[in-house]
């Protein structure tokens, strides 16, 4: 694997985390707070740390989260970010309306900013803006209709009043806009394994093998384009937050040539902030 398709599998990790869908489930009285950190690392050497904070109520949510260079990495580089997203609670379907994110590193500084209606980009600030080049396909305007945010994306509603964590949680396509590319990630179950964290969540998780598929903004015949939509070895894990029907990744693991790079929840604890439907309550350890 080269530096391109290096970078590429890191940019998926970080999309799956936050990098699920707008589902038709209902999150009527489904109020819910979690705080989740997370342990990055390639082929089991620690890349980094991350952290991520959810609030969702029955008619709105807000998430944001942040990551940084740690362990050998650290030595060569100071990467840091940051990336947060509000939005409505409508019809049982998340709306975003805002996305923001900010990472700086060595050599470069990169700020995305999206305003979003309708699940349609009204507005967007790219710094710094993207090149044109003649080989990157281009981004039309209704490539930025019916998407996600990358944020919003990491949040799975599930419908009906079975227990959220089940296959269905898998049966769907991301169809995902993050201000330079429009993209989709299609998720299809694979399992249900038990997971736990050093503190907080211990219980099933639902385990999604994730495909995807560049639809503009990118380069084509980029090798790290290439090897991520050939992948087979990406997979997410998704844990319920307490109190809603709501999934979010507890792990991510993207195979690479250097080893499987991935990212694992070491915190992972919610609590129900409302009423919260029967099929909705787990035990918070």
Known sequence: MDLGQLKQARSLTAILAGVATVASGALAHADGRLEARYRMSLGGLELGRASFLLEVNDSSYTASGSARVTGMLQAVSSGKGSAGARGLVARGALSPQSFAMDAESDKKAEAIRLVIAANAVKDLSVEPPVRASPDRIPISDADKKGVLDPMTAALVLVEGKDDPVSATACDRTLSIFDGRQRYDLTLSYVRTDLVRADRGYQGPAVVCRVGYKPISGHKPNRSGV???????????????????????????????????????????????????PASATRKQP
């Open 226 to 276: 290439k090897y991520m939509m050939q992948n087979r070895d990406v997979y997410v894990w998704l844990a319920p937050v307490a109190g809603t029907r709501v999934l979010v990744p507890f792990k991510v693991s993207v195979a690479t040539t250097l080893g499987a790079a991935e990212m694992e929840a070491i915190s992972f604890q919610s609590e129900a902030v409302g009423p919260q």
